[in-house]
C-alpha cells in the first residue's frame, strides 16, 4: 500500500514538475517577445526602468522554471533525494521571488496610470528630437499605434518643451495620420496636420490604443502567473512527500 502511495506520489511529482517545465517555457518566450519585438512595444520598455527590469526579471524566471521543471521531473523519475532536496529549496527561493515581485507590481502600479504618463510627456517630449530616448520612443509609439499622445493631440497644447522648440506646430508629426503606420510611410497631408486640421491627425489617445491591443495579453500574463505560484506550490507538497517517503 506504502509503494503504490509512493508510486502515485511519484507520478504526481512528475506531471506538476511538467507543468512547471511548460510554465516557464511560456514565461520565457513572453520575455524574448517583449525584449525583441519589432512593433514598437521594445522601446517603451526600454524607455521604462520599471519595465525594463520586470522584463528581464520574467526572462530570468521562465529560465529558471524550465531548468527546474525539467530538474524535478528527473528527481521524481530517478527518486533521487538530492536532486528533490535541491529542487525543493530552488523553487522556495523561486516563489518567494515571484511574490514579492507580484507585491512590487501593485504598489508601483502608480507609474502605470493615465495621469502619470500624461505629466511625463508634457514634462519631457520634445518632438522630433531622434537624440532624444524619451521623445524617439514616444514617436515610435504614436507611429506604430497610430495614435497621438497620451490621451490624444490636446496634450501637446500644454506640453512646455514641445511648445518651447515647435511654436508652429499644433502637434508633432508623429501624430500625422500615414498611409502606411510606419517611419517610411507617407504622410496622408503633413503641413494640413501640423496646422492643426483634425482629418490629417490620429486623434485617439496611445493609452487607450495600447490598453486595448494589450489587454487581453495582460490578463492572459496575470492568470498564468497564479497558476505558476499555485502549481509550485503544490510541487513542493509533493517534492517533501516523496522526499519523506524515499528509503
Same mark, same amino acid.
Given at each position: 500500500?506504502? #509503494?503504490?502511495? /509512493?508510486?502515485?506520489?511519484?507520478?504526481?511529482?512528475?506531471?506538476?514538475?511538467?507543468? *512547471?517545465?511548460?510554465?516557464?517555457?511560456?514565461?520565457? #518566450? !513572453?520575455? *524574448?517577445?517583449?525584449?525583441?519585438?519589432?512593433? #514598437?512595444?521594445?522601446? *517603451?520598455?526600454? &524607455?521604462?526602468?520599471?519595465?525594463?527590469?520586470? @522584463?528581464?526579471?520574467?526572462? &530570468?524566471?521562465?529560465?529558471?522554471?524550465? /531548468?527546474?521543471?525539467?530538474?524535478?521531473?528527473?528527481?521524481? +523519475? $530517478?527518486?533521487?533525494?538530492? /536532486?528533490?532536496?535541491?529542487?525543493?529549496?530552488?523553487?522556495?527561493?523561486?516563489?518567494? &521571488?515571484?511574490?514579492?515581485?507580484?507585491?512590487? @507590481?501593485?504598489?508601483?502600479?502608480?507609474?502605470?496610470?493615465?495621469?502619470?504618463?500624461?505629466?511625463?510627456?508634457?514634462?519631457?517630449?520634445?518632438?522630433?528630437?531622434?537624440?532624444?530616448?524619451?521623445?524617439?520612443?514616444?514617436?515610435? +509609439?504614436?507611429?506604430?499605434?497610430?495614435?497621438?499622445?497620451?490621451?490624444?493631440?490636446?496634450?501637446?497644447?500644454?506640453?512646455?518643451?514641445?511648445?518651447?522648440?515647435?511654436?508652429?506646430?499644433?502637434?508633432?508629426? &508623429?501624430?500625422?495620420? $500615414?498611409?502606411?503606420?510606419?517611419?517610411? #510611410?507617407?504622410?496622408?497631408?503633413?503641413?494640413?496636420?501640423?496646422?492643426?486640421?483634425?482629418?490629417?491627425?490620429?486623434?485617439?489617445?496611445?493609452?487607450?490604443?495600447?490598453?486595448?491591443?494589450?489587454?487581453?495579453?495582460?490578463? /492572459?500574463?496575470?492568470?498564468?502567473?497564479?497558476?505558476?505560484?499555485? !502549481?509550485?506550490?503544490?510541487?513542493? *507538497?509533493?517534492?517533501?512527500?516523496?522526499?519523506?517517503?524515499?528509503?
Amino acid at each position: 500500500m506504502e #509503494g503504490d502511495c /509512493l508510486s502515485c506520489m511519484k507520478y504526481l511529482m512528475f506531471v506538476f514538475n511538467f507543468f *512547471i517545465f511548460l510554465g516557464g517555457a511560456c514565461l520565457l #518566450g !513572453i520575455g *524574448i517577445w517583449v525584449i525583441v519585438d519589432p512593433t #514598437g512595444f521594445r522601446e *517603451i520598455v526600454a &524607455a521604462n526602468p520599471l519595465l525594463f527590469t520586470g @522584463a528581464y526579471i520574467m526572462l &530570468a524566471m521562465g529560465a529558471m522554471l524550465f /531548468l527546474l521543471g525539467f530538474l524535478g521531473c528527473c528527481g521524481a +523519475v $530517478r527518486e533521487n533525494k538530492c /536532486l528533490l532536496l535541491f529542487f525543493f529549496m530552488f523553487i522556495l527561493l523561486i516563489f518567494l &521571488a515571484e511574490l514579492s515581485a507580484a507585491i512590487l @507590481a501593485f504598489i508601483f502600479r502608480e507609474h502605470l496610470t493615465r495621469e502619470y504618463f500624461t505629466k511625463e510627456l508634457k514634462k519631457h517630449y520634445q518632438g522630433n528630437n531622434e537624440t532624444d530616448v524619451f521623445s524617439s520612443t514616444w514617436n515610435s +509609439v504614436m507611429i506604430t499605434f497610430g495614435c497621438c499622445g497620451v490621451n490624444g493631440p490636446e496634450d501637446f497644447e500644454t506640453a512646455p518643451h514641445f511648445r518651447l522648440l515647435h511654436s508652429e506646430y499644433v502637434v508633432p508629426e &508623429a501624430c500625422c495620420r $500615414r498611409e502606411l503606420q510606419t517611419r517610411d #510611410g507617407a504622410f496622408v497631408s503633413k503641413e494640413d496636420c501640423l496646422m492643426g486640421k483634425d482629418t490629417y491627425q490620429n486623434q485617439q489617445g496611445c493609452y487607450t490604443v495600447i490598453l486595448n491591443s494589450f489587454e487581453t495579453y495582460v490578463y /492572459l500574463a496575470g492568470a498564468l502567473t497564479i497558476g505558476v505560484l499555485a !502549481i509550485e506550490l503544490f510541487a513542493m *507538497i509533493f517534492a517533501m512527500c516523496l522526499f519523506r517517503g524515499i528509503q
